[in-house]
C-alpha cells in the first residue's frame, strides 16, 4: 500500500506540473494579447517606428519562459533584418519618414552599426526624413544619430561620447587571499584572456595590443560621423566638454545644439509633433501622436530574402562543444544544420557568416572540417566576418576561400590557453588536508585538491602548445603563410580589421551582401540575381511567444544619458564574473579573446551570475 501511495503522489505531482504549465501558456497568451499595444499595420502610410528597446546583434539569443514572464529577458534585434527593414522602407511609399527612437537602445557592435547607418542613409538619398529622438546619446546610439537627417535631444538631457576603452577585473589579489591557484596552460605572449587569474594589472603586451585596436576603432568610429554628420564638432566636444557646457549656462542639451551634435531641443511631444507635421496626427485629442507603422508588423511582413542557393551559415557568439540555442555557437548544431542543407538543397556556394570571440578549440575544428568537407564538394565558400572573429572565430574561417571583414571588425587573437583551478591554498587557510593513492602517475589528475602533479601540467601544457601548432599550420595552409609568418602576428595578439588585412589575415573589406556577391561569382552564378539561404532554424510558435513577451515599456524604461552610462559598469561586472566561471569551471583547451572590446550588446547579453558559480561563491567567502 505505501508503494501504491508513492506512485499515486508521483502521478498526481505530474498532473499538477502539467496543469500548471497550461495554466502558464494560456496567461502568457492573455498577456500578450492584453500588453499589445494597438498600433498602424504594415499595410497604413505612416512614419517606421524604429523604437529600440534592446541591442541589435548577429543572432538573438532565445530566452526561456521563466525569464519572459519574470522579465528579466533582454530583446534583441537581429542585425539583417533592421537592414533589410530600412531598405524595404526606402523604396515603399507607405513609409513617409522613418522615427529613430533610441532612447533606451543598449548598442551593437561598431561593425554592425555602421550597416545600419548605411541603411539610414538609403532611406535618406530616397528623400525621405529619418528623425532621431532620445533623453541622452551614447557612442553606439550617436553613432546611428548621426546618419539621421534631424537629430532631438530631450532639454534634460546631454551627449556622452566616451569612446573605447575601461577598466577589467583582475582576479589575482582575490584568489590569493582565499587559496586559490589558476593552473594556467597557455600560449601567446599577447594572449591577454589567463591574465586576470595570474595578474593584478594588465601586463605591457596586453595593453599595447588592445590600445591599438581600440586607437584604430574610435578613428574608424570618428570618420563614419564625420562622414555622416559633418557639422558637428565632435573633437572639440570630446576634448572640453565640460568647457563647453560652461559656456551654455550649464545646459548640456544646449551644449550639445551649440556644438552641432544635435539639431532641435525638445521633449518627446515635440519630437512626436514634428513627426505629424509629416504623418498627420494619430489622435487629435493625443498631443504628440503621429500616424506610425509598428516595425515588428514591417519586419515580418518584409522578411528577409531567403530560399536561394547561397547558403549563409552563421557562427555567432560563444564556441561551445555539442548542442546550443541561438546566439551561442553550438558545434553540433551548427554541423547538422549545415549537413541537413547540403543534403535537401542544391546549394551553390556557402559565405560562412562569423561573429564570435571563439571558445573551445575542438568545436571550433569541429565547426571547420565540416565546412572543409563542403567545400571538397565543390562548394566555394566565402567568410564574412561581423563585429568579431577571433580566436576561434578565425579558426573557423581559415576554412573560407577568401575572407571578408570590415575596417573595424577585430580579428586574430590565434593563441590558445587552459586553466584549472585548484585549492590547496583555500584547505590551508581552513584547516583541512587532502591525501590518498595513486595507481599511476595520472590516477586522480588533474588534482584540484593538492593542485595538479608536474607531470600533468606538463602533459597538459604539451596539448595546449600542440594545439597551437596546428592553428598556426591552420592559418598558414589557408593565407598561403609560412607557419613562421603566421607565429611572428599570432601570439594570440588582437587586431582591427584594417591592420588584419595588411597583414594578410583578410583578402578584402566588405559586408554580408559583397560576400554573397562574392561567392556566387566564384559559384558562376549571376552576382544581381544570386539569392541567399540561411541555414538556420526557424523559430517555432512558442519561441515566437516569448520573444513577443520580451518587449519592455519604454516610457517606463528610459531614463537620462547619466543612467545609461551607470548601467554599463554594472553589465560589464557581471559579464566579467561570468567569463570567470566559464573559464575556471573546465579544463578544456580555450581558442577564445576575452580581452577583445566588446560591445554593450555583447554585454547586455552576457549571461547572468545566478550565484552558483565559482566567482559567486569566491565573493561569498570573503564577504565581498
Known amino acids: 500500500m505505501k508503494f501504491a501511495g508513492k506512485v499515486w503522489k508521483l502521478l498526481v505531482g505530474i498532473k499538477d506540473g502539467l496543469v500548471l504549465i497550461v495554466m502558464i501558456l494560456f ?198 560621423v564625420h562622414q555622416a554628420r559633418p557639422k558637428a564638432q565632435v573633437a572639440a566636444y570630446i576634448r572640453d566638454p565640460a568647457g563647453l557646457v560652461t559656456a551654455a549656462g550649464g545646459d548640456m542639451a544646449k551644449a550639445a545644439l551649440m556644438s552641432g551634435l544635435v539639431d532641435h531641443v525638445g521633449d518627446r511631444t515635440a519630437f512626436g509633433e514634428r513627426i505629424a507635421r509629416i504623418t498627420g496626427a494619430r489622435y487629435d485629442s493625443i498631443p504628440g501622436s503621429f500616424r506610425s507603422i509598428d516595425y515588428a508588423a514591417w519586419e515580418k511582413s518584409n522578411p528577409v530574402e531567403d530560399g536561394g542557393e547561397i547558403g549563409i551559415l552563421t557562427v555567432a557568439g560563444d564556441i561551445v562543444d555539442g548542442n546550443a540555442g541561438p546566439g551561442s555557437a553550438g558545434a553540433e548544431t551548427i554541423v547538422r544544420q549545415l ?19 571563439g571558445g573551445s578549440a575542438l568545436a571550433s575544428e569541429r565547426i571547420r572540417t565540416a565546412v572543409v568537407a ?21 579558426w573557423v574561417s581559415t576554412a573560407g576561400d577568401k575572407i571578408y571583414a570590415e575596417p573595424s571588425t577585430i580579428t586574430g587573437s590565434i593563441g590558445v590557453f587552459g586553466i584549472i583551478p585548484s585549492f590547496q591554498g583555500t584547505l590551508a587557510k581552513l584547516g583541512l588536508g587532502a591525501d590518498g593513492i595513486k595507481t599511476t602517475p595520472l590516477s586522480g589528475e588533474p588534482d584540484v585538491l593538492k593542485g595538479p602533479s608536474p607531470e600533468v601540467g606538463k602533459l597538459l601544457q604539451t596539448g595546449v602548445e600542440g594545439t597551437y601548432r596546428r592553428f598556426l599550420l591552420l592559418v598558414a595552409k589557408s593565407r598561403h603563410m609560412t607557419p613562421q609568418r603566421v607565429d611572428q ?21 566588405g559586408n554580408l551582401d559583397d560576400a554573397v556577391r562574392e561567392a556566387a561569382r566564384m559559384a558562376k552564378l549571376d552576382p544581381g540575381k544570386a539569392k541567399p539561404v540561411w541555414l538556420e532554424k526557424k523559430p517555432g510558435f512558442l519561441e515566437t511567444l516569448i520573444a513577443s513577451m520580451t518587449r519592455k515599456d519604454k516610457e517606463q524604461e528610459s531614463g537620462d544619458a547619466f543612467a545609461r552610462v551607470a548601467q554599463k559598469p554594472r553589465l560589464i561586472v557581471a559579464r566579467a564574473m561570468a567569463e570567470a566561471d566559464r573559464l575556471l569551471g573546465g579544463a578544456s583547451i580555450q581558442a577564445r579573446c576575452i580581452e577583445c572590446p566588446s560591445d554593450s550588446a555583447a554585454v547586455d547579453a552576457a549571461p547572468p551570475v545566478r550565484g552558483a558559480g565559482l566567482t559567486a561563491w569566491l565573493l561569498k567567502l570573503v564577504g565581498a
Open 339 to 357: 549537413n541537413k542543407a547540403l543534403h535537401e538543397r542544391n546549394l551553390k556556394a556557402l559565405v560562412l557568416r562569423v561573429d564570435s570571440p
Open 374 to 394: 563542403a567545400k571538397a564538394k565543390g562548394l566555394p565558400v566565402v567568410v564574412s566576418m561581423g563585429n568579431l572573429a577571433a580566436s576561434g572565430g578565425y
Open 489 to 509: 602576428i599570432g601570439q594570440g595578439r588582437i587586431w582591427d580589421g584594417g591592420t588584419a588585412r595588411q597583414l594578410g589575415l583578410v583578402d578584402a573589406f
Open 27 to 224: 496567461f502568457a497568451l492573455i498577456w500578450a494579447a492584453m500588453s499589445a499595444r494597438p498600433t498602424v499595420g504594415s499595410g497604413d502610410r505612416g512614419a517606421l517606428l524604429f523604437n529600440l528597446d534592446g541591442p541589435i546583434v548577429e543572432q538573438p539569443a532565445s530566452a526561456s519562459a521563466s525569464q519572459a514572464l519574470q522579465g528579466t529577458a533582454i530583446h534583441q534585434y537581429r542585425l539583417r533584418d533592421v537592414v533589410n527593414s530600412l531598405r524595404q522602407a526606402a523604396t515603399d511609399d507607405r513609409v513617409q519618414v522613418v522615427a529613430l527612437d533610441l532612447d533606451i537602445f543598449s548598442g551593437g557592435g561598431q561593425t554592425a552599426l555602421s550597416q545600419v547607418g548605411a541603411a539610414l542613409d538609403q532611406v535618406r538619398k530616397a528623400n525621405k526624413p529619418v528623425i532621431a529622438y532620445a533623453t541622452g546619446y551614447d557612442d553606439d546610439s550617436y553613432q546611428l544619430a548621426a546618419h539621421a537627417s534631424e537629430v532631438w535631444l530631450n532639454p534634460m538631457g546631454t551627449v556622452i561620447l566616451t569612446g573605447p576603452g575601461g577598466s577589467s577585473l583582475y582576479y589575482k589579489g582575490l584568489m590569493d587571499k582565499v587559496g586559490i591557484t589558476a593552473n594556467v596552460y597557455k600560449v601567446g605572449t599577447y594572449k591577454a584572456a589567463v591574465e586576470p587569474f595570474t595578474r593584478n594589472d594588465m601586463s605591457p603586451e596586453a595593453r599595447e595590443a588592445l590600445q591599438g585596436v581600440a586607437g584604430s576603432m574610435w578613428e574608424s568610429w570618428l570618420q563614419e
